[in-house]
């Protein structure tokens, strides 16, 4: 056997595209980690000491098959974390692809040196799906190994990690000409989210939909094509095509002072206002006291420094998630399904 697997410990953790600084931010404000014994390779940092608090396995949606495996200590800001890494030690490519197959079937690279070497081990291990996606697809409930080349004869690897998708990454393939405006990719990947942690259904004919902040029309372009009904409420119009949608009924006001009880039960609420998160909580909060609410799709922008203690309000939520999307910048989004 031309190959070898060394366990090490600790973790290592990838962030969202252009997220590093946010994730190192991250880790010192919101967990107190300096990790200052940490080794980068590219973006995925390493860190030998870490440990990984309240490490729990979660289920798959039919409770059989392990989907994922999270703590309390993985920041947003990082898209795929190895909670067991080793090293494997191979004298060939081959062998470096047979070193992972003998551990488990998926496998993903995160490369950011020896690209070339990288391509031809990941052409010799199962077949994953690595290429842009088309909306809407499921995301699988089995985990996806994680592994990258740190010189040419060495990688470090896990096959625990904290993602069912390869290496944490959702890329869309795009309509650059009918959507009004880029935001829609945000609620695209929030949706098939929403589908993967909760098994509700993505909106459809028939489904009730109220998008606070609409204007000018990217979330409502998507929940239209879905054939969803929208109501649509901003103090600016949206684009000519969404304002004679059948599907679409729009209002010129302030979203966030609309009661729910003027209003009626929607099965979906979606917002990427511009708003304080302090503000939105409140709304979020009042929507779903008043139980007029299955299902909430919301973003949170940052205003400023973080606070983290604001965020684990919207965490502490029931049947509730707050995520970071490959699709966000210095924002957060917060999933709510309470009915499938």
């Keep these: 056997m ?18 590093k600084d946010m ?17 980068d390779y590219g973006d995925l940092i390493f860190v030998p000491c870490f440990d990984f608090k309240n490490l729990r396995e ?5 409770g059989e098959k392990t989907a994922r495996y999270s703590a309390d200590n993985i920041p947003f800001w990082c898209r ?25 079937r998926s496998w993903a690279p995160y490369t950011h040196t020896l690209f070339r070497r990288s391509a031809l081990v990941q052409e010799k291990l199962p077949y994953i799906n690595l290429k842009d996606r088309t ?6 409930q089995s985990p996806v190994g994680l592994y990258t080349l ?27 000409e009918n959507p009004p405006s880029r935001a ?15 098994g509700v259904e993505l909106p459809s004919s028939g489904t009730k939909c109220f998008e606070a902040g609409a204007c000018p029309g990217g979330w409502t372009w998507v929940l239209a094509n879905l054939g969803a009904e929208i109501f649509a409420v901003d103090r600016s119009e949206l684009v000519k095509p969404l304002m004679e949608n059948p599907l679409v009924t729009f209002m010129a006001h302030d979203a966030f002072t609309l009661k729910p009880e003027a209003l009626g039960h929607f099965d979906w609420i979606f917002s990427d206002v511009i708003c304080y998160p302090e503000r939105l909580l409140e709304w979020i909060r009042m929507w779903l006291d008043s139980g007029l609410v299955d299902n909430m799709i919301c973003t949170i922008k940052m205003q400023g420094e973080i606070d983290w203690k604001l965020v684990a309000e919207f965490q502490n939520i029931p049947n509730s998630r707050v995520v970071h999307l490959n699709y966000n910048k210095h924002e957060l989004t917060f999933i709510h399904c309470g009915k499938k």
Aim: net charge negative.
């Design 150 to 176: 740190i010189d040419e004869h060495t990688l470090l690897a896990s096959a625990k990690t904290t993602s069912c998708i390869p290496a944490g990454k959702i890329t869309w393939v795009e309509d650059h």
């Design 135 to 140: 909306f809407p697809f499921d995301i699988p």
């Design 23 to 39: 994730m190192l931010s991250e880790f010192a404000r919101r967990f107190g980690e300096n990790l200052e014994d940490r080794v």
């Design 58 to 62: 979660e289920k798959s949606l039919d």
């Design 80 to 104: 795929c974390a190895m909670v067991e890494p080793f090293l494997v030690h191979f004298d060939s490519i081959g062998d470096a692809a047979q070193a992972l197959k003998s551990v488990q």
């Design 2 to 19: 031309a190959w070898t697997i060394e366990k090490i410990g600790g973790g290592a953790f990838l962030p969202y595209v252009d997220m």
């Design 184 to 198: 829609y990719l945000k609620i695209q990947e929030s949706l098939v989210l929403a589908k993967h942690f909760f």
